[in-house]
């Protein structure tokens, strides 16, 4: 054997833990920077509501948002052997540089942890990364219509935000 033969036998189930465990990080950070992503980006249209429901443009972290405005969440998978789950990113403006960052952090982190799951772990992870590739993530609605919801007099407004966490 040559020394690079030994080095990649040596090294290679390294990589291959790295990669996992680089996996579950991301899956991590993508729950807890997208609650309070999510959060920030529902408070700033319910707190301006008034304003986009009259026909103003505002900007949010350097994205124009309206009513037309559409509102994109990205899915993910992770797997523990035998058990496969599969969440959703925040809500995000369809086209920001933020919703960009997650939907690439959501393929990645399905690519490294959504796999290793039997049965489900290679089913859902192809689900996932056909939804956040080739439709470009799960199109939730526009903020007009997300602002229409919250404005129904059925139900509280804080019932309606448990919703969209």
């Not at 040559?2 to 790295?18: C, G, K, M, R």
């Not at 443009?57 to 559409?70: E, F, K, M, Q, V």
């Amino acid at each position: 054997m040559s020394d690079f033969e030994i080095t990649v036998t040596i090294l290679l189930p390294y990589l291959i833990i790295a990669l996992i465990i680089s996996g579950y990080i991301l899956v991590a950070v993508i729950g807890t920077k997208g609650d309070s992503a999510s959060k920030a980006l529902i408070g700033f249209i319910l707190e301006n509501g008034e304003r986009l429901q009259n026909g103003e443009t505002l900007d949010y972290l350097g994205s124009p948002i309206n009513t037309a405005t559409r509102l994109v969440r990205y899915r993910y998978s992770y797997s523990y052997i035998i058990a496969t789950s599969t969440n959703s990113s925040g809500f995000y403006i369809l086209g920001s540089r933020q919703a960009l960052n997650v939907r690439i952090m959501c393929i990645f982190s399905t690519l490294f942890v959504g796999w290793w799951g039997f049965p489900w772990g290679s089913i859902k992870t192809v689900q996932s990364i056909f939804v956040n590739t080739a439709s470009g993530g799960d199109l939730s609605d526009t903020v007009g219509g997300f602002l229409r919801r919250f404005t129904d007099d059925t139900e509280p407004v804080f019932n309606n935000v448990s919703k969209y966490r």
